[in-house]
């Protein structure tokens, strides 16, 4: 559940959001409408885009839907300009879109390797590249990456999806320091295991599988999408976080740091 933000700190502002018809993605776009701005969401499918879109607008300001497949960079260049043509602004880019699926890495096809990376690293680049050709003019932008923790350490059977992610972290790290004198921010935020539509069939479909997740995280609970949100907007908003860029916010309750695999040999005598 989100509710108005008292800061209002996004008021007369303007974000695209990619993968925004459902989950983090999502509670991203409410988060920002919540704080007062006009909300686009892109995805491939309209209907769960149209909801977030009525949902945004009981905060009052306007939401947009964009229909694209962000490995297609016409098609995303067409939906970037068509968001500044029709709100006139562009002031955020939220990179959310992704797929990921668990596999062997010496099983994975090249195919399987090529759909994951085009989401998620072109696909990031290609929305990336297309907002800040306004923003670079504009003089102003933040644009926001949601990777995963992977991203540094690694994980087994996730070789796509954490390359991919590795090169969005290199590519916020580059372009923080190629546009920060230009007024363009560029961070990421990594959420931790959260349940949404696409993750819970894609990395935990058993019950089994689910408990081995929860049990890495030291906080033992899930990530909420609200949770990143929040984080989410500290990040995208100029006065609080103005002088951020090129870094990691990690949402996700002290997982990638691991947990004690150590045990007291004196816990249980008296
Ligand atoms: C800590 C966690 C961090 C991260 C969390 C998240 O990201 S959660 C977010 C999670 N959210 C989502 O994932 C939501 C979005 N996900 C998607 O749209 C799809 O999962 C997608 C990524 C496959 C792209 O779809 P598409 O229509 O573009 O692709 P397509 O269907 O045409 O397949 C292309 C190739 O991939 C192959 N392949 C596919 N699945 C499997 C598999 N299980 N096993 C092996 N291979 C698989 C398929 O066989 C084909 O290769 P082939 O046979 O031609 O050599
Ligand atoms: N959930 C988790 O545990 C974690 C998630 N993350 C990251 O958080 C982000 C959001 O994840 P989550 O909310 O769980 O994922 P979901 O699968 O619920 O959402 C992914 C969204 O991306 C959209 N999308 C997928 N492929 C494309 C494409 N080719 N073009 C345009 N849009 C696309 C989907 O919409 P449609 O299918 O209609 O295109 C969907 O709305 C991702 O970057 C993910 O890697 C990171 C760490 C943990």
């Known amino acids: ?47 769960p885009l149209e909801e977030t ?13 964009v229909t694209c497949d962000v490995r297609d960079p016409e098609a995303v260049t067409a939906a970037v300009n068509g968001v500044v043509g029709d709100l006139g602004r562009l002031d955020a880019l939220v990179n959310n879109a992704a797929g990921n699926f668990i596999s062997k890495a010496e099983e994975l096809s090249p195919n399987g390797w090529r759909a994951v990376v085009d989401i998620v690293l072109n696909g990031s680049f290609y929305c990336t590249r297309a907002a800040a050709q306004h923003m670079l003019a504009a003089g102003r932008g933040s644009i926001l990456n949601v990777i995963a923790s992977y991203a540094w350490h690694g994980h087994p059977g996730t070789v796509h999806s954490a390359a991919a992610k590795g090169g969005v972290l290199a590519m916020t790290r580059t372009l923080a320091a190629e546009w920060g004198g ?15 539509e696409g993750a819970g069939a894609a990395l935990w479909p058993t019950d089994e599988a689910r408990d081995r997740v929860l049990g890495s995280v030291p906080a033992g609970r ?49």
């Not at 879109?53 to 839907?65: L, P, Q, S």
């Not at 230009?182 to 990594?190: D, F, L």
């Not at 976080?241 to 004690?260: E, F, H, I, M, R």
């Open 182 to 196: 230009r007024g363009v921010r560029v961070n990421c935020i990594s959420p931790g295991p959260t349940e949404t």
């Open 53 to 65: 879109a009525r949902m945004a607008e009981k905060f009052g300001g306007r939401a947009e839907v």
């Open 222 to 270: 899930f990530t909420t999408p609200e949770e990143v949100a929040e984080s989410a907007a500290f990040l995208l908003d100029a006065r609080r976080a103005g002088y951020v860029t090129g870094d990691v916010l990690s949402v996700d309750g002290g997982q990638w740091l691991g947990k004690a695999v150590y045990t007291d040999p004196r816990a249980g005598r008296s």
């Open 1 to 47: 559940m989100i509710d108005r933000s008292p800061l209002a700190e996004f008021t007369g502002q303007v974000a695209l959001i990619t993968g925004g018809g459902s989950g983090i993605g999502r509670a991203i776009a409410l988060r920002y409408a919540a704080g007062g701005g006009d909300v686009v969401v892109l995805g491939r499918r309209r209907e």
